[in-house]
């Protein structure tokens, strides 16, 4: 892991555990999301920090409830649970990734997926929600169009979301390559 990133790693527990983010209130009082962007080079080194966070956020702040929703186990847990992943990969098989794309585009439309995964994990309930797995989705799942779904269902629950690529406060670029539509109502964590 690069000195750098550790450094910009390193500096979210007081940010998190600031009255201000556990407030949910960003800046201006906008709603506390929160981006953490990094190289996508680091995902594994980003993982291991946030596994170390968990462990020191449940033993030195138990009073916090804090949620970690890996982004892949909650699509494939959606997908199960309305039997179709057995279904999603016969296709895939058959008739590829565009044909397997244009048949999940219903059942992935975020009117469905975005209450699932608060429901599923309880988020409203949660003092802080991690949202891991970003680049794991792509391009089932697209990050900006998971966040504006979350605006209504969560409020100001303050999230974090670990984005493997850039975030400058205005747009997204999953990989630093994939540009997103331009999204202005997260912050970034560190910069």
Not at 86 to 107: S, T
Not at 126 to 149: E, Y
Request: proline share 5%.
């Amino acid at each position: 892991m690069d000195q750098r990133l550790h450094d910009r790693l390193n500096q979210i527990p007081d940010k998190i555990l600031s009255p201000e983010f556990l407030s949910g209130q960003g800046l201006g009082n906008e709603i506390g999301f929160w981006i953490f962007d990094y190289e996508p080079e680091q995902e594994l080194g980003v993982r291991e920090y946030i596994e170390f966070l968990e462990v020191m956020l449940a033993k030195k702040h138990s009073h916090l409830k804090v949620v970690n929703i890996n982004l892949l186990k909650c699509l494939v847990g959606y997908l199960a649970d309305r039997n179709f992943v057995d279904k999603a990969i016969e296709m895939q098989k058959v008739k590829g990734d565009e044909a397997l794309m244009k048949a999940l585009k219903g059942p992935l439309h975020m009117d469905k997926f975005a209450p699932y995964l608060t429901e599923k994990h309880s988020a409203t309930e949660q003092d802080i929600i991690f949202i891991t797995g970003v680049g794991s989705v792509w391009p089932l799942l697209r990050a900006h169009n998971l966040l504006n779904s979350l605006h209504s269902l969560l409020g100001h629950k303050p999230v974090v979301l670990f984005y493997p690529g850039q975030y400058n406060g205005q747009a997204m670029s999953l990989f630093g390559r994939i540009p997103s539509n331009n999204y202005y109502r997260a912050f970034r964590l560190v910069p």
